[in-house]
């Protein structure tokens, strides 16, 4: 019995730490329209919180492997073809215990959960980093889209693209009121309007739509209380009685110059879809000529 409950034991530990390392990828989706915004690092690994138990350092129980220096985060041991070499990741990074051999196993902090391990190389800043390597928030919650990405303590500063906010905990760029420190009224420069709750209905359902003040363009999607920003294509614009982009000379708030332009683009597609059409009959009765 005792053997069946250890065995058990394990199996939730196991699944359980998969089911939290899943988690931690999980984005938004939204985001995922935009979404999102690939950071050009390697890709990132499935992190399965595999705990093994301390060993001695310096022994090796297969030819090719790494595990973690007891008590360390960024301190591990490298076997290649059975010779044990202590290593040390990079200030600001992390050792993953799960990737597989061919993969660097130096991560960002969002990619490694340390548990334990939490000891760390005493941080070696610069001017411009907290850490020699790391992805850093700049600006404050109504300035939420900019950030930078330290590499040998130098900085390369970034901005979110237009509407999305720099998440401290995925590392991407998200939905404003996805990410805990941003302030999405501020940072949008709008607040979605109060609608009232009726008694016999209760609080109302779904999404609602807003068009911007200044951009007929652009569109806010009020989920709850917190607003996120979308945007029309190239000459589209948003029509307030259908909750969806238009051609551009259907909206009257539209300035005359887009107007103009996308009207332009209309009776062009229109010519050319006649030319088209006129291209298929012809080509129709001349087959149907040939077989007669």
């Known amino acids: 019995m005792d053997k ?21 990828f999980g984005a938004t ?32 129980r297969e ?21 044990a070499e202590e290593k040390l ?10 990737v597989n051999f061919s993969v660097y196993p130096c991560q960002y902090p969002n990619e490694v959960s340390c548990l334990e ?28 889209s900019y950030f930078r990405n330290c590499v040998n303590g130098v900085g390369y500063d970034f901005q979110c693209p237009e509407g999305l906010a720099w998440s401290s905990a995925s590392y991407r760029c998200e939905w404003p009121d996805e990410v805990e420190d941003c302030d999405a009224e501020a940072f949008l420069g709008f607040r979605c309007p109060e609608v009232p709750i009726s008694k ?37 614009a948003y029509d307030e009685l259908t909750n969806t982009c238009v051609s551009a000379d259907e909206v009257a708030a539209c300035p005359s110059e887009l107007r103009a332009q996308a009207a332009r683009v209309r009776e062009e597609e229109k010519q050319l879809l006649a030319k088209e059409l006129e291209f298929n009959a012809k080509t129709t009765n001349k087959r149907r000529y040939q077989y007669n």
């Open 4 to 24: 069946t409950l250890i065995v058990f034991a394990c199996l939730c530990g196991f699944a359980a730490a998969q089911f939290n390392s899943f988690g931690s």
């Open 117 to 144: 391990r939490s000891a760390l190389q005493p941080a070696q800043p610069t001017d411009q980093c907290e850490h020699q390597f790391g992805y850093y928030k700049l600006g404050d919650s109504r300035n939420c």
């Open 89 to 98: 990741c990079p200030d600001g990074l992390r050792f993953n215990p799960n």
């Open 200 to 236: 016999e209905l209760g609080a109302p359902a779904g999404f609602r739509y807003y068009r911007a003040d200044n951009n007929c363009q652009k569109y806010f999607l009020c989920i709850g209380s917190k607003p996120r920003v979308l945007f029309c294509g190239s000459n589209t």
């Open 63 to 83: 030819l090719n492997e790494r595990y973690p220096v007891s008590g360390s985060c960024d301190k591990y041991v490298e076997c290649l073809n059975g010779t």
């Open 29 to 60: 989706a939204n985001a995922g329209a935009y979404n999102n915004y690939n950071r050009g690092q390697q890709p990132q690994q499935q992190n399965r919180q595999v705990q093994e138990a301390p060993r001695p350092t310096g022994v090796c």
